[in-house]
């Protein structure tokens, strides 16, 4: 899926895919537009299932919305700020009437559906105006290509590892895309997490601005299979979560006693489950500042010891048996974390 892009003129507002996605051909009358004012046509490009559009100026808001279809909007000329999101829709279909409402929920996408959002500031003026607007998913994805078995420290050396599961534990299942007044991206702003510290969230209670929920589908896969000692397997398990940068990890022991009242924010790990001669342990991966459209990729996690009591404690990887590469989620090569 690549990312979407607007283009908004005085008589059309058109998306359409970065690269070989072309918007459907739809006819527009020529609007009889007064001095002062700008109008706009909507259109929606395939694979898009809805569109919300917010034009905010120093007069007026105008909002506009296309589950499917195109729309027409007038507003002033004059300074805007353009808030565009899309496959933001409710269970019922409907789009949000309020910006500072817009939430991407995880439990509500599936791969080929995933929300995205952008804001941009440009000067509208009463005669033809066109606009660029790149607009990136508002989730992160990451990647386990492939698990190595080196078991050879500690008792377990040379056992067979059974892989059952990888998920993410600490992860955001929803958040305000805009935030609360700013109109910017805000990860901060309204969040709920699903599966604090590893411990199952679904009967806790949304409260406040930071909530709990279950963990989606895309948080996790289910596996069974064995890997013999020095041999690898390759994996290729995609996990999604909402973008987190918090930055203390407040991990205090196995005793630390979570409940919805204790229970701080802290980074998010994606988890490798294993059964080692019969007793289960994990392989926690903690990722810093994870940011919404990026692609985070462990190559080869290799597995020299035997893992932690519980799927929150921070593990020491040996350097280089799980580097991350970070990419944009076209696949331009950012950086490479070790």
């Known amino acids: 899926m690549e990312n979407w892009k607007f283009s908004l003129m005085a008589a059309a507002l058109t998306l359409a895919a970065c690269a070989d996605l072309e918007p459907p051909v739809i006819g527009w009358g020529q609007p009889e537009t007064a001095n002062t004012k700008s109008v706009v046509a909507l259109r929606t ?3 898009l299932t809805s569109l919300s559009v917010w034009i905010i100026t120093s ?3 105008t909002y506009i919305s296309a589950p499917g279809s195109g729309l027409i909007a007038e507003c002033t000329a ?7 999101t899309g496959n933001i829709d409710g269970q019922d279909g409907s789009l949000p009437p309020r910006c500072d409402t817009v939430t991407a929920n995880l439990a509500r996408m599936t791969t080929g559906h995933i929300a995205c959002s952008a804001t941009l500031n440009r000067i509208l003026l009463p005669g033809a105006n066109e606009l660029e607007i790149e607009v990136p998913r508002s989730i992160c994805k990451i990647s386990l290509e492939k698990v190595e078995n080196r078991l050879t420290e500690g008792a377990y050396a040379g056992k ?3 892989i059952e599961k990888v998920f993410i534990v600490n992860g955001i299942g929803r958040y305000r895309v805009f935030g609360n007044g700013s109109q910017q991206r805000a990860p901060t702003a309204g969040r709920w997490w699903f599966n604090p510290s590893g411990i199952a969230a679904d009967s806790w209670e949304n409260t406040g601005a930071e909530g709990f ?4 589908d895309m948080s996790y ?3 069974d299979q064995i890997l013999a000692y020095e041999e690898s397997a390759t994996l290729d398990i995609n996990v999604y979560t909402c973008p987190n940068n918090t930055e203390t990890d407040a991990w205090t022991g196995l005793d630390e006693g979570i409940t919805p009242d204790t229970w701080t924010p802290r980074k998010t790990r994606m988890v490798l489950q294993c059964l080692i001669d019969g007793h289960r ?3 926690p991966l903690t990722i810093d ?4 459209n990026c692609h985070y990729i462990v190559r080869k996690l290799v597995i020299t010891r035997y893992g932690t009591d519980s799927p929150d404690q921070p593990y020491d990887f040996a350097t280089g048996t799980a580097a991350i590469s970070l990419t944009n989620w076209d696949g331009l090569l950012i950086s490479e974390i070790i």
Do not use: E, Q
């Not at 004059?78 to 565009?84: C, F, N, Q, W």
């Not at 500042?289 to 919404?292: E, G, R, V």
């Open 45 to 47: 490009a395939t694979g």
């Open 59 to 61: 007069k007026d808001t």
């Open 78 to 84: 004059d300074d805007a700020r353009i808030l565009a």
């Open 160 to 162: 067979p590892i059974r």
């Open 213 to 216: 929920m279950g963990a989606p």
């Open 221 to 223: 896969a289910s596996l």
């Open 281 to 283: 342990c994990y392989y």
């Open 289 to 292: 500042n994870l940011m919404a």
